[in-house]
């Protein structure tokens, strides 16, 4: 390693102190438990979508409404905390998904939907810049890792957002999302808490000298130019995932005839593949190199997308099992890479990393919702098939590693 290449981001002190095990749990359950609450929207679609007799560019609309505010703001919200940290942030943020999730629940038309999810993806574009930045700020020196134990979280309570909405919502209905406020109630406890670590770690930290900014030797136009590269992987990979996330259980029923509790227990067993891949991906990417994983991830799934729209029904699970693991164990290694190629700006980099991962996935549901419309959602699985082959272009990623002190 490079031992003059050090950046000033929080992290830098906790590499000193070590990783800070109980804050990296702490905001991985609030992930968890933010996740839980949100995979509720996708997976409430089909009642919804029966309710309010709506079309599938509807169902996208939906999906648009809550990603786009969380993409259009977290960019913003991350670039202002990085001077201004604001560590109570995080139950705020919280308080906005707990106000959405209850209005979702007692939505009377397809415009209060919209606002709930809106609502929703709000409170995201709170939490995911800032619970980054703890998380980095506790990693002690071990980003991937940290990255990973934060998104794990967030993907185990994405695969659990299904189960409650087969067990629990869609025999209840609609009303009975209101039960889950008591889940956003305990994480805004648990995020208050998290805020007083954040506080006083900047307290213990107030009167040290930063460490200064000094540059990893990359040109500006080869950063800018693997910063647009690494937000073409997050297109392919987020688009693909949105027609998993979205409308893998509209394809099971429609092709293979499943009831809606059934394709909802296929829909868990996906997203809790994506959650063990993401752990598998920070660790790999600690180890061996970010880029790596990167080339691995995104390209590697490419043979088992192509072969999902020609498989029955047992290989359709298997496959989008195979999918789900290998494709989510790329975004931790790439928010990592993006964050030491923009040394300095973990929140900006967070916030426009999560909220493209977010805008990508809303406008790719909306997008693909209207060519289901127009043709059919198994049309959608073969388009979407092709989508990881973009993950070519990650031979125009430069090599981070020997350059950079890993903050």
Same mark, same amino acid.
């Given at each position: ?27 991985? $359950? ?42 259009? /703001?977290?960019?913003? $919200? ?8 604001? *560590? ?25 939907? =919209?606002?709930?999810? @809106? =609502? ?14 703890? #998380? &980095? ?44 406020? @008591?889940? #956003? ?16 770690? &900047? ?15 990359? *040109? ?34 429609? %092709? ?6 059934? #394709?909802? =227990? ?6 809790? @593949? ?12 600690? &180890?061996?190199? %970010? ?11 490419? *043979?088992?997308?192509? @072969? ?62 209207? /060519? ?25 990623? *430069? ?9």
């Amino acid at each position: 390693m490079n031992s003059k290449a050090i950046t000033s981001t929080p992290g830098s002190s906790a590499s000193a102190q070590g990783t800070v095990y109980g804050i990296l749990a702490a905001i991985s $359950v609030s992930h968890m438990l933010n996740d839980m609450i949100q995979s509720l929207i996708p997976a409430i679609y089909p009642m919804i979508k029966e309710n309010f007799a709506l079309t599938f560019g509807e169902i996208g609309l939906i999906t648009l409404a809550f990603q786009l505010t969380a993409s259009l /703001l977290q960019p913003l $919200v991350g670039l202002y905390t990085d001077y201004r940290p604001k *560590p109570y942030s995080l139950p705020i943020g919280m308080g906005l998904t707990l106000v959405g999730l209850i209005l979702l629940a007692f939505a009377g038309n397809f415009a209060m939907v =919209l606002v709930a999810a @809106a =609502l929703v993806g709000m409170g995201s574009s709170v939490f995911h810049p800032e619970s980054s930045r703890v #998380a &980095r700020m506790a990693s002690g020196g071990r980003p991937g890792l940290a990255q990973s134990v934060f998104q794990v979280g967030g993907n185990v309570g994405s695969s659990l957002g299904p189960l409650l909405a087969a067990f629990v919502v869609l025999p209840f209905g609609q009303h009975s999302i209101a039960a889950f406020s @008591a889940i #956003a109630l305990l994480a805004i406890i648990i995020l208050w808490n998290v805020g007083n670590w954040y506080a006083g770690h &900047r307290r213990a930290n107030a009167g040290k000298p930063r460490a200064a900014i000094v540059d990893h030797g990359i *040109p500006r136009a080869k950063v800018v130019i693997a910063l647009a590269v690494l937000i073409a992987l997050m297109f392919s990979k987020f688009v693909y995932l949105a027609s998993l996330s979205s409308y893998y259980t509209f394809y099971l029923i429609d %092709r293979f005839g499943l009831s809606v509790q059934a #394709a909802q =227990l296929h829909l868990f067993i996906y997203l809790f @593949a994506v959650a063990a891949g993401t752990v598998l991906g920070g660790l790999i990417g600690d &180890r061996f190199g %970010r880029k790596y994983v990167i080339w691995g991830s995104i390209l590697g799934v490419l *043979p088992f997308t192509l @072969a999902l729209p020609y498989a029955n029904l047992f290989w359709t699970g298997v496959l989008a099992v195979i999918i789900g693991f290998i494709l989510s164990s790329a975004f931790s290694a790439i928010v990592v890479f993006a964050q030491e190629l923009v040394p300095g700006k973990v929140g900006m980099i967070s916030g426009l990393f999560f909220g493209f991962a977010f805008g990508l996935g809303g406008l790719g549901a909306a997008v693909l919702g209207e /060519l289901a419309d127009h043709t059919s959602i198994e049309f959608v699985y073969f388009v979407c098939s092709f989508l990881p082959a973009i993950g070519l272009f990650a031979v125009f990623l *430069p090599n981070l590693e020997g350059r950079t002190v890993k903050t």
